[in-house]
């Protein structure tokens, strides 16, 4: 079993930066993927980005030259840099894990971009 505990969200104005963080517990060597999503009110999930075990990286367009997604040394923890931050980027951002096929989801944390 895996738990994914997410941090780090707040309010922040347009241009500023955030960084979130994601705690997994449990049964952390057997993930073989993680990613960060966001939910904006009445939009589907969507993938931000994912890192897998070999280190590749993948970003939706509109974060790729903004967002940095990253393991610690410490492979418990997932990051999410976000810099230059848009009011568009307002969403509930959720820390996800696959483990053998399965997706594991933490519980989100809200990120407000707003003046």
């Known amino acids: 079993q895996v738990q994914l505990v997410e941090s780090g969200g707040g309010l922040v104005q347009p241009g500023g930066s955030l960084r979130l963080s994601c705690a997994a517990s449990g049964s952390i060597f057997s993930i073989n993927r993680m990613g960060w999503y966001r939910q904006a009110p009445g939009k589907e999930r969507e993938l931000v980005a994912s890192i897998v075990t070999g280190g590749r990286t993948n970003y939706a367009d509109s974060v790729k030259d903004r967002f940095t997604i990253s393991r610690g040394n410490a492979k418990n923890m997932l990051y999410l840099q976000m810099n230059s931050l848009k009011p568009e980027d307002t969403a509930v951002y959720y820390c996800?894990?696959?483990?053998?096929?399965?997706?594991?989801w933490g519980r989100g944390t809200q990120v407000t971009v707003s003046s």
């Open positions: 996800n894990a696959l483990r053998e096929g399965i997706n594991v």
